[in-house]
């Protein structure tokens, strides 16, 4: 098959759904499919360059900044609609897999162009105000707009798929296919980043904004410091983001500069090392996520979590890994969890026994299988 795979994001930036397309394409080239992603061309020269084979670029595109309902930035980019139908008449794809296609402008306008089947991907939860009955009139006609253009819907999550199970539309039940990781990939840099005899810390590694829970990280931390009967394991906050000023004033205010350390932005490496020689990694997101990549970065490292009790993250915190979710607004469950996860040998083990049990079955091996299911059944009804 010839499949073209649609990103709404620049492929020089890290994300998780980026590096599943990287990935997806990876695999289906090694399967013997032709493979080209698609997607927005950067603002920057530099980045342009940087751009990997493989990946068409088309439209212009502006950085989004301010705030938004999703708490974060992103891109959006638009290309002339004879750009893009040229562009999709000289490829001839036998299929194509939208990322996030209700995401302005170019998913959008390549959904609204293309004739050939199209497998439609949506990662993000969308905020709860969009799915509010006073947005009815307008988001119900514009999310149908796109399912009429698509012949099957996956999505990451039951709660990414809620985008599409809103409108209880029985055609379009969503594919819950999750976000995937190479085990073998993260299980070697794991064991070439491990030092023999590791200083213990907990370690927070994302971006520095509010939806991601940093400051909350610190209100917990402090208590955790105050009500430890241990010796106190230090704390390394790594990431960049709109947040850090106030993170270090935080830390400046509770007076825990001789046990929190600032790390920004860390390289492959770095993450690979710090993920490998952590006692506790703490992702306290309270909202907004669809999944949690790095709840499976951290299982395949065996490194214990405690993260938000939010709807994505109990979509990969199963079973006996819901051990690991507490509400992070309450900061005495939440400073406990981590004295918990730190001292208690009984439940870290029970942890990484379930975690080892389950990784498994997020391989990219077995989540390309079910893409490619997915893309096989809809060029076999053309």
């Not at 599943?20 to 603002?43: F, T």
């Not at 530099?46 to 989004?64: F, R, Y």
Request: net charge positive.
């Amino acid at each position: 098959m010839k499949i073209g795979i649609v990103s709404p994001y620049y492929m020089t930036s890290y994300g998780g759904v980026q590096t599943l397309i990287k990935y997806l394409q990876l695999h289906l080239l090694n399967r013997g499919h032709e493979v080209l992603i698609v997607a927005p061309r950067p603002r920057l020269k530099a980045d342009i360059e940087k751009t990997p084979d493989n990946v068409t670029l088309l439209g212009v595109s502006v950085q989004i900044n301010f705030k938004n309902p999703f708490h974060t930035s992103f891109p959006i980019a638009t290309a002339n609609r004879l750009m893009i139908a040229d562009f999709l008449n000289s490829q001839q794809f036998d299929v194509l897999n939208i990322h996030e296609p209700w995401m302005p402008m170019l998913p959008y306008q390549i959904l609204q162009e293309a004739s050939c089947p199209i497998v439609g991907t949506t990662h993000a939860r969308w905020p709860r105000s969009w799915f509010n009955k006073s947005l009815e009139k307008i988001r119900t006609p514009y999310f149908r707009s796109v399912l009429d253009k698509l012949d099957i819907v996956t999505a990451v999550s039951p709660v990414a798929g809620y985008n599409v199970t809103f409108i209880n539309d029985s055609k379009h039940k969503p594919v819950i296919i999750p976000n995937a990781i190479d085990i073998a990939h993260h299980q070697a840099q794991i064991e070439t980043h491990k030092r023999l005899d590791p200083k213990p810390y907990i370690l927070y590694l994302n971006r520095l904004e509010k939806r991601k829970g940093p400051r909350l990280l610190i209100q917990a931390y402090h208590q955790y410091l105050s009500q430890t009967i241990s010796d106190p394991v230090p704390l390394i906050i790594a990431g960049t983001g709109p947040m850090a000023e106030v993170l270090k004033a935080d830390v400046e205010r509770y007076g825990l500069k001789d046990f929190v350390t600032f790390e920004g932005y860390v390289s492959e490496d770095r993450k690979y090392e710090l993920f490998a020689n952590a006692r506790l990694y703490v992702s306290p997101a309270p909202f907004g996520e669809s999944f949690g990549i790095v709840l499976l970065e951290s299982m395949v490292a065996d490194l214990p979590v405690v993260a938000g009790d939010n709807e994505g993250y109990r979509s990969v915190l199963k079973n006996q890994g819901r051990a690991s979710l507490v509400d992070p607004h309450d900061i005495p469950k939440f400073a406990s969890a981590l004295e918990q996860f730190c001292n208690n040998e009984t439940l870290r083990l029970a942890w990484q026994t379930w975690a080892r049990s389950e990784i498994g079955n997020y391989d990219y091996p077995i989540i390309t299988d079910q893409y490619e299911a997915c893309f096989k059944k809809v060029v076999s009804k053309k």
